[in-house]
T-cell receptor, first 113, second 111 residues
Framework: DAGITQSPRHKVTETGTPVTLRCHQT?????MYWYRQDPGHGLRLIHY???????DKGEVSDGYSVSRSKTEDFLLTLESATSSQTSVYFC????????????FGNGTRLTVT | TQLLEQSPQFLSIQEGENLTVYCNSS?????LQWYRQEPGEGPVLLVT?????EVKKLKRLTFQFGDARKDSSLHITAAQPGDTGLYLC???????????FGKGTKLSVKP
């Protein structure tokens, strides 16, 4: 599984509450990504990181922030969760960036009630 | 906007049958990746195709990249229940963070 751990695996939260999802890698890869997967939309990029403290927005970044203070950890925060953020969230890593093949974690299923 | 259209969306077949799934676009991609995803897990890379017209084989799976690098296909010979899953294609759109995913083909192979 390329040494990627996502936590929690499942979470139910209420609208308006902050939520932080964690991605931890043991591979020391530079590039890390957060995607969401929704029926009818496929996988969409939220944010990505190309190094410690270096991050950039993806296609669907509104309502999300990220932080990367260590190579191995990439955090995704929903500042004030909304029902439209109910989704399955996947973290991924790649060796070289530049849209090279991704290794994915097993996802976090988030439900916002 | 670069889009990848996958077809069919759903496919249910019997063990031993052959099948082809398609990944099409009006845009050119510098490379294209195929992934398989099983329920409750993340996608797993199957193959990357880079050159127009390229054909790659992975046991019973054959991947082809179109000559113009706008489309790709995945052919499975003698499908088995273990092939069941969601098949995703993803195209390299050229700029960092621009890996475009199709919506997937959900394959069910019944014994």
């Amino acid at each position: 599984d390329a040494g990627i751990t996502q936590s929690p695996r499942h979470k139910v939260t209420e609208t308006g509450t902050p939520v932080t999802l964690r991605c931890h890698q043991t591979e020391n890869h530079r590039y890390m990504y957060w995607y969401r997967q929704d029926p009818g939309h496929g996988l969409r990029l939220i944010h990505y990181s190309y190094g410690v403290k270096d991050t950039d927005k993806g296609e669907v970044s509104d309502g999300y922030s990220v932080s990367r203070s260590k190579t191995e950890d990439f955090l995704l925060t929903l500042e004030s969760a909304t029902s439209s953020q109910t989704s399955v969230y996947f973290c991924a890593i790649s060796l070289t960036g530049n849209n090279s093949p991704l290794h994915f974690g097993n996802g976090t299923r988030l439900t916002v009630t | 906007t670069q889009l990848l259209e996958q077809s069919p969306q759903f496919l249910s077949i019997q063990e031993g049958e052959n099948l082809t799934v398609y990944c099409n676009s009006s845009s050119v991609f510098s490379s294209l990746q195929w992934y398989r995803q099983e329920p409750g897990e993340g996608p797993v890379l199957l193959v990357t195709v880079v050159t127009g017209g390229e054909v790659k084989k992975l046991k019973r799976l054959t991947f082809q990249f179109g000559d113009a690098r706008k489309d790709s296909s995945l052919h499975i010979t003698a499908a088995q229940p273990g092939d069941t899953g969601l098949y995703l294609c993803a195209g390299d759109g050229g700029s960092q963070g621009n890996l475009i995913f199709g919506k997937g083909t959900k394959l069910s192979v019944k014994p």
